[in-house]
């Protein structure tokens, strides 16, 4: 008997120590981060911040150049910027001129902090470039908005996926893992676009805005654009755009109309009240993600929220 209670104090002790070991363990499957250990990671634009942080996850910790309500095309950086852009150990930007092209601000910025290439990484690598058109009619200037095309989304995760790795191999797996989670999502909704699409009647797959952004989405989706001007770089809203849009509308009849969130309604107030075509009551994003806690304020809901607005719009 004595030995039967000397074996059971023994155990008991025993269960003791293992469980104090463990309430010491913060777990075998889990990695804890050091803030000093992560990647000082520069994005551009709120929308590559996005997709930045769902790939990296815990292993990223992102600084944003521009932010919500700016426009990317012309940015000036800040002194926090350039402080932020030398300590950065790597920087993604969006290509396809949107923050200026050769001899933009991003340029200007990179070299003026001595920033290595080799930790430069253009998102869009690998997209084929759509072109706008010059008052000749000529085809010059690319237009950088390709990222409103899902499909094209697949192409940056893969870009920014590849670059996290490069610059960080041992966690390489999980940063695959993550990746891998948001290629599925991105496929479904590229899946769910040629759904919806498919949809709206033939004769209504006129998409009418105020600046010629959704050019990638409407040739990949066949959709025929409408547009006030090309690219809000430039004037924006003339007597001759306004009438050569209405024009359009008069020969084309959309169901409807839409705005953007980062542009003057104005303009297309004027085109609405003289083809006689409504305005669609919500808003479409183009350039920008939506700010925290907005319904669009991550890419996918982005994404999400376009083509609920769209359907809704051409199936009035």
Not at 127 to 137: C, F, N, Q, R
Not at 142 to 154: I, K, Q, R, T
Request: charged share 30%; glycine share 6%; net charge negative.
């Amino acid at each position: 008997m004595r030995n039967f209670i000397k074996l059971i104090t023994v155990a008991f002790l025993a269960v003791i120590v293992l469980a104090a070991c463990g309430g010491n363990d913060t777990s075998s499957n889990e990695k804890e981060i050091n803030n000093d250990e992560k990647l000082k990671v520069i994005t551009t634009f709120t929308l590559l911040e996005d997709i930045v942080k769902q790939i990296g996850g815990e292993y990223v910790e992102t600084y944003n150049l521009v932010p919500v309500g700016t426009d990317p095309h012309e940015y000036e950086p800040l002194p926090q910027d350039i402080k932020e852009t030398e300590d950065a150990d790597v920087l993604f930007f969006n290509g396809l001129n949107l923050e200026g092209g050769d001899g933009g601000w991003f340029t200007k910025l990179t070299e003026s902090t001595g920033q290595d290439d080799a930790i430069i990484y253009e998102v869009s690598a690998g997209v084929e470039p759509m072109y706008l058109s010059s008052e000749d009619g000529t085809e010059e200037e690319v237009n950088p908005h390709s990222f409103l095309d899902p499909n094209v989304g697949m192409i940056m995760a893969d870009n920014i996926k590849e670059a996290l790795i490069e610059v960080s191999p041992e966690n390489k797996e999980e940063i695959e893992e993550n990746a891998q989670a948001y290629q599925t999502t991105l496929e479904e909704m590229d899946e769910q676009y040629k759904t919806r699409f498919a949809e709206i009647p033939k004769e209504d797959h006129i998409l009418v805005t105020s600046e010629r952004a959704y050019q990638y989405m409407a040739d990949r989706y066949d959709l025929k654009e409408g547009f006030i001007w090309e690219v809000d770089t430039e004037e924006n809203g003339s007597p001759e755009q306004i009438t050569t849009l209405v024009e359009f509308i008069k020969e084309e009849n959309p169901p409807v109309l839409f705005v953007e969130s980062n542009v003057d309604s104005r303009p297309m107030e004027t085109v609405s009240n003289e083809s006689g075509v409504d305005i669609f009551e919500d808003k479409l994003y183009s350039d920008e993600i939506g700010a925290l806690g907005e319904e669009a304020d991550t890419y996918i809901k982005y994404l999400q929220y376009n083509i609920d607005k769209i359907h809704a719009g051409l199936t009035r």
